[in-house]
């Protein structure tokens, strides 16, 4: 805290993000590997948040590793664009049917904002409209500091709501630049609200953006939108994209992508080698098999472990939530949320307040008999850490 304000430089995994305001546990980690971590007093946890969910093979996966080495040994980066950054373009186009042009980034956050960019520079227009969490940039926040007026260009939509939607189309008719969406909030998008989407973009004239930063090459390559049968305008990757290394993408159809040449979206290691290397294998692993059906198939059984628990203990104060390869435990309150965690913890097992905890191809039987352990233990109302 006295070096990093908060403690570290992602908000998310503040002691207070993860374990609950107030509540200690581990602050920092010292090696990573599958889908077990070490932390810096020794002590190893099975991790089933996965860094947020960016990592979906696992922590230190070889294949990755090797070829983020390789890509390292020959420079990362240099005065020239490296030839991986057009490899992978052709990979996700491979993998994505709109993605007739890419744009590389290193975070979401980043990836979302010149999609709207684009979006903006396309239709000549200003106003947003968005539903899901895009990071921290000024466009969708209402942060301290985020001027007025930008909040201004950015309304708010309830998910799966399509009078809402409807109504704030229309509430800036002639202005819309694009919605922006993320497709699975805790639950995933009724396929009506999604076609509503479209459709408004269509009568409005705006692009539909889809948010695939938690979704793309998890629950399905191409995202959740796509996965449903509907096609938006502009897709945004990330996290899983690179098992983990710093890379964003933007793809999308050519008509619309074209705008990124007619304003300014460039930043200096936004083509770094090693993320593209890292993004390169695990597409190349995705090309061979089905990763999205392996990970629902373990998110299932790492769900439903969990669901014995709950039956197990006779916890009747929480739920299992979410879908397969993204899932939450719901308390009825924070304490309880809290002192659950803090036991499974203690049992071995690290698991994170709120949404979510993701599916891993590294989550072996014994990670998962673990958490199910782990759970039905913690989740007693005694609150014994071990039975």
């Given amino acids: 805290m006295a070096r990093i304000p908060g403690g570290t430089s992602t908000g998310s995994k503040r002691p207070d993000a993860m374990y609950g305001a107030g509540t200690p546990g581990p602050s920092h980690y010292s090696t990573a590997a599958g889908c077990r971590l070490t932390t810096t007093d020794g002590t190893e946890l099975v991790d089933f948040t996965m860094a947020l969910g960016s990592v979906a093979f696992g922590y230190a996966d070889p294949d990755v590793t090797e070829a983020v080495i390789a890509a390292a040994r020959n420079g990362t980066i240099a005065a020239l664009p490296h030839t991986l950054e057009v490899t992978v373009a052709e990979q996700l186009q491979a993998a994505v049917p709109i993605a007739e042009q890419v744009r590389f980034l290193k975070s979401g956050a980043e990836g979302v904002a010149a999609a709207v960019r684009i979006a903006r520079t396309h239709t000549q227009r200003s106003h947003v409209l968005a539903c899901g969490y895009f990071g921290w940039l000024d466009w969708s926040s209402d942060a301290a500091g985020v001027p007025a007026a930008t909040q201004a260009l950015c309304t708010r939509i309830p998910f799966g709501d399509v009078d809402a939607a409807r109504e704030a189309a229309a509430g800036v008719q002639g202005h819309l630049a694009a919605i922006v969406i993320e497709p699975v909030i805790e639950r995933m998008a009724p396929v009506g609200w999604l076609h509503a989407l479209r459709e408004l973009c269509d009568d409005n004239g705006a692009l539909f953006i889809a948010d695939e930063i938690k979704t793309g090459f998890r629950v399905h390559p191409a995202g959740a939108v796509m996965q449903q049968g509907i096609h938006p305008d502009l897709v945004v990757f990330g996290k899983a994209l690179a098992n983990g290394y710093p890379l964003a993408a933007v793809a999308g159809r050519g008509a619309a992508m074209a705008a990124a040449q007619h304003t300014w979206i460039s930043s200096t290691v936004a083509c770094d080698t090693t993320a593209l290397a890292a993004a390169s294998a695990v597409l190349a692993r995705h090309a061979r098999e089905d990763v999205c059906a392996q990970l629902a198939s373990i ?89």
């Fill in 299 to 387: 998110g299932k059984a790492m769900r439903a472990g969990a669901e014995r628990a709950v039956v197990a203990s006779g916890a009747g104060d929480v739920r299992v939530e979410g879908i397969d390869q993204m899932w939450l435990l719901r308390f009825d309150g924070d304490a309880r949320e809290a002192q659950v965690l803090a036991n499974a913890r203690a049992s071995g097992v690290l698991i994170k307040r709120g949404a979510y905890n993701f599916a891993a191809l590294a989550h072996d039987g014994a990670a998962l008999a673990a958490l199910e352990q782990a759970l039905a233990v913690a989740l007693r109302s005694d609150g014994a850490a071990h039975a």
